[in-house]
């Protein structure tokens, strides 16, 4: 299988020196030292940041044999340290944004890997489409969304971005240029969906979009008065939503764990809009965004302010339905800038788990019992539906039900709480969000992935001197052992 791999790419593999590339010349790359942190602003790390205006800078940067170690960025929107490389460096690849081909008889639209999704939505909406897989926010970008395998409020109906994705160019640690997909150099393509930059630069990429004909969803609400409630209203009614998500109380407890207000939705029929909507139905009026504005009192959230807010949150909730615009179903947090401020300059650690459906149930009663003992502050706790995964070597989505929640960075107290939650779902045969988290360990990580080292084994084969590196990396142990993985192959 190696062997059939490394001829593929012998005949496969395009050339630095392409159109499309760049000959490096003598004057090295330019950085600055930045202070780094996922969107979680967990923990800071000095990096030096590179921020290349085309491709062939981005090949430049990859060639210079001074910097020892690269991981590629965007947003910054995931939340550990996935995009950060403690004193190594960093290609901050948001000048790399621009849209290059679409069709709209078949929606497939092709952009560099540098373009976010908001631009994406501000292009392809008032043409009818819409991005076929969105995470909770739109400011992610295209190399973000395939190297985190982002999933949306649609993964029971259609997997993960990864399903809607077609292929990509690949600029590897020697300087080669792979094409990815399915059918062509096969093993690169499902170690770069999920692997979390580590593979390479994602240069560009083509995917379908969603033909729609609003820009609003319809939205049907229900409150639901503990979790065996809200998993039976899962079970027996997503399959007549497109999307479907549940905020859930992860502080109330007794009869009332898990009590949750469902938001499951489709996009709106131009027929079913009222007269002033229908007359424009893909154009919204200006919206306005609220700013944080610094960090915030880190006591503020607290488990009395929390739970005041989730009992009002569940309350107001009453079951209807509504026609809301896609921005505050999709993306409602995206309305305060910088949010995640909020929790202070200590930041917060988001924990995502999901569970396989033999054990999600039981899973989940066991994290919600021990998060609202601990008494830790979430508002933001999430639950969703996941169906089947995909060949993604470390895409985090498996069939089941899947928690996310912020929590507060109190230091030990915080790290003491994470450690059961980490014993829970390895004891339940679960998995942690990759691109959430900003600490587990390796042998929670070989556990809960179990794929781990066949991706060691294709990052070797890809990048054999561990140029694509870091913090994550080096703490999952994804690059240390590359020569032994080189050796096994």
């Known amino acids: 299988m190696i062997a059939d791999f490394l001829s593929m790419q012998a005949t496969e593999n395009h050339p630095a020196t392409s159109p499309r590339a760049a000959t ?32 062939p800078d981005a090949t430049r940067i990859v060639a210079d044999p001074s910097e020892a170690s690269l ?3 965007g947003l910054g929107r995931s939340y550990g340290d996935a995009s ?36 994406i939505i501000d292009f392809a909406l008032p043409r009818g489409f819409f991005p ?89 609400y229900q409150r639901t008065a503990n979790l065996d409630e809200s998993l039976s209203a899962f079970a027996e009614g997503d399959h007549r939503y497109t999307y479907s998500v549940a905020w859930i109380d992860c502080l109330a407890r007794g009869a009332a764990l898990g009590r949750s207000v469902l938001m499951r939705g489709r996009h709106t029929a131009c027929d079913e ?26 006591g503020l959230l607290n488990a009395w302010s929390v739970k005041a807010f989730n009992a009002l949150y569940y309350h107001r909730h009453r079951d209807r339905r509504a026609i809301v615009a ?19 300059r200590r930041g917060f650690a988001q924990y995502q788990a999901a569970f396989p459906p033999s054990t999600s149930r039981n899973a989940l009663v066991s994290l919600l ?28 989505p498996i069939e089941g039900h899947t928690l996310a929640l912020d929590l507060p960075n109190t230091g030990s107290e915080l790290i003491a709480l994470l450690q059961r939650l980490d014993a829970i779902v390895l004891s339940h045969g679960g998995r942690v969000y990759l691109a959430k988290d900003p600490r587990l360990g390796r042998a929670a990580f070989d556990t809960m992935y179990a794929q781990a080292d066949e991706f060691r084994r294709v990052k070797a084969i890809l990048d ?26």
């Open 132 to 220: 076929a897989v969105t995470p909770g926010t739109r400011f992610v970008t295209v190399g973000g969304a395939i190297a985190a395998d982002v999933h949306g409020k649609n993964h029971h109906q259609d997997g993960s971005f990864a399903s809607c994705l077609i292929d990509f160019r690949l600029l590897t640690a020697s300087g080669e240029v792979l094409t990815c997909a399915r059918e062509r150099n096969a093993r690169a393509f499902w170690a770069t969906v999920g692997g979390m930059g580590l593979t390479g630069v994602i240069l560009d990429a083509r995917f379908r979009l969603r033909p729609v004909a609003s820009a609003y969803v319809t939205v049907d």
């Open 24 to 55: 490096p010349w003598n004057q090295p790359p330019r950085w600055r030292e930045e202070l780094l942190s996922g969107w979680g602003n967990y923990a800071r790390e000095a990096c030096r940041v590179y921020r290349p205006e085309k491709l």
């Open 369 to 396: 019992e021990t998060i609202s003992a601990a008494r830790q502050a979430s508002f933001l706790a999430v639950l969703k539906s996941f169906g089947p995964g995909n060949r993604g070597l470390l895409s985090f």
């Open 273 to 298: 809009l009222p007269a002033e909507l229908a007359q424009a139905p893909l154009t919204l009026g200006a919206s306005r965004s609220l700013r944080v504005p610094c960090h915030l009192p880190g």
């Open 71 to 73: 991981i590629t960025r």
């Open 326 to 344: 896609y921005g505050s179903f999709f993306h409602p947090l995206d309305s305060i800038l910088d949010w995640n401020r909020i929790y202070g």
């Open 464 to 489: 054999p001197r561990g140029r694509f590196n870091s913090s994550l990396a080096r703490r999952l142990g994804l690059v240390a052992d590359a020569q032994r993985a080189r050796q096994a192959a």
């Open 84 to 119: 950060v490389n403690g004193a190594g460096g960093v290609i901050n690849l948001l000048k790399l944004n621009r849209l290059l081909a679409f069709d709209e008889a078949t929606g497939v639209l092709e952009c560099e890997g540098g373009v976010p999704l908001a631009d």
